[in-house]
């Protein structure tokens, strides 16, 4: 009987408490960077590629919830429960201000352009800071139904949001210059993560727990592509390079843009997911969540190529990286983990990545790019 192969990731230590997002920067002269947060409030820098450590922000004083890094990953942002946002110098770790909440801040992100900061959380408001001038009392988007989960910069000029919340189905578009919702982007449950690629061109949405949405933010009415799971969902991204998601692909009978609740694809898998990142670059997706493995699958077929083994827990964040070689999953275990997407079709004798399915056991791993 033929041995099944399987990927040793790079498995990164140094958090406590489990890591509850995962976000990369975008390709710098320096190459890029990954910062995760935790619930053990000690947010950490890491390189992109290699996973090693750099360093912690130190400063909060409570679960950190959200974590960011700006376009030029020169500046960092966190989201806390201690009722505060941070903005960080990623260069020496220091604190460069604090933005005082009146409750747990879920979300933050950087503008596109690094000019703005949103936060959203338990206030039901979205906060718009001014980078260079932080102490400047920010502008307020009131009126989300619920918690603000999250909250993402999309469209030419920073122009419009997309959000989030923890209790009511659907997303929110924002007009960041009218100061007011401009529509809703229905779906069946509440949306339990929001990730936008690199390029700013998809946004990946999952509710409904099985449910994975990408659409196009050039239209921001319907989605481009639409995944139905047969797992529990908190999290998804979109990588165009490698274009993979989970299996069993079929195509709806009409899926016009008009047709809101009609998705221009729907996917089934059979194992619960949390976390999903779809990879446009490569044609891939990836997923994890309660059975605590990170699946890849081919996006154009619907097949799962590698069902990797490894977290002691939940999956709770997906992310590729900005060229789509690697992806980051971070658990309830309190490690994250760096995948090579491209492994399969690296390993000899694999003609065809897509024609195998890679189990992969709880290997000796590597940790930080040494063996354990």
């Known amino acids: ?25 975008n390709v710098t002269p320096d190459g890029y960077f990954l910062v995760s947060a935790s619930k053990d409030g ?5 390189s992109g590629t290699t996973g090693d450590w750099i360093g912690t922000f130190i400063g909060h004083k409570g679960c950190v919830w959200s974590c960011a890094l700006d376009p030029t990953a020169t500046l960092a942002a966190t989201g806390s429960a201690d009722f505060s946002a941070k903005l960080w110098d990623a260069l020496t770790g220091m604190e460069k201000a604090t933005l005082q909440h009146k409750h747990i801040v879920r979300t933050c992100c950087f503008s596109p352009c690094s000019g703005k900061l949103v936060t959203g959380g338990h206030e039901k408001l979205l906060r718009l800071f001014e980078v260079e001038r932080p102490e400047a009392a920010p502008f307020e988007l009131p009126g989300a139904p619920s918690t603000i989960k999250a909250a993402v910069f999309v469209g030419p000029s920073d122009s419009l949001l997309v959000s989030s919340t923890g209790d009511a189905a659907g997303l ?3 007009d ?7 529509r809703s982007m229905p779906t069946d449950g509440p ?9 700013g061109r998809w946004l990946t949405t999952t509710d409904n727990r099985n449910t994975v949405r ?14 139905t799971v047969t797992y529990p969902a908190e999290a998804a991204s979109y990588c165009p390079a490698k274009n993979r998601r989970p299996t069993q692909l079929r195509q709806p009978a009409t899926a016009g843009p008009k047709q809101l609740d009609a998705p221009a694809k729907q996917l089934t898998v059979t194992y619960p997911a949390e976390a999903a990142s779809y990879c446009p670059a490569k044609n891939r997706f990836a997923a994890g969540g309660e059975d605590m493995w990170v699946h890849l699958h081919s996006a154009d077929t619907g097949l799962e190529l590698e069902t990797n083994k490894g977290h002691h827990g939940p999956v709770h964040t997906v992310r590729f990286g900005p060229e789509g070689k690697e992806y980051a999953s971070g658990s309830e275990d309190g490690t994250i983990r760096i995948w090579q997407t491209d492994w399969l079709e690296s390993q000899a004798g694999v003609a065809d990545g897509a024609a195998q399915v890679a189990v992969n056991a709880v290997a000796p791993p590597y940790v930080n790019g040494a063996k354990a």
Not at 191 to 199: A, G
Request: some cysteine.
């Open 42 to 46: 000690q947010p950490m820098l890491r």
């Open 1 to 25: 009987m033929m041995q099944r192969k399987c990927q040793q990731p790079i498995v990164c230590h140094g958090h406590s408490r489990p890591i509850v997002e995962v976000n990369y920067s």
């Open 214 to 227: 990408i659409w196009d933010t050039s239209k921001l009415d319907a989605p481009a592509k639409q995944f």
């Open 191 to 199: 949306v339990t993560s929001v990730d936008l690629t690199h390029d």
């Open 172 to 174: 929110t578009v924002w």
């Open 176 to 182: 960041v210059r009218g100061g007011g919702v401009v």
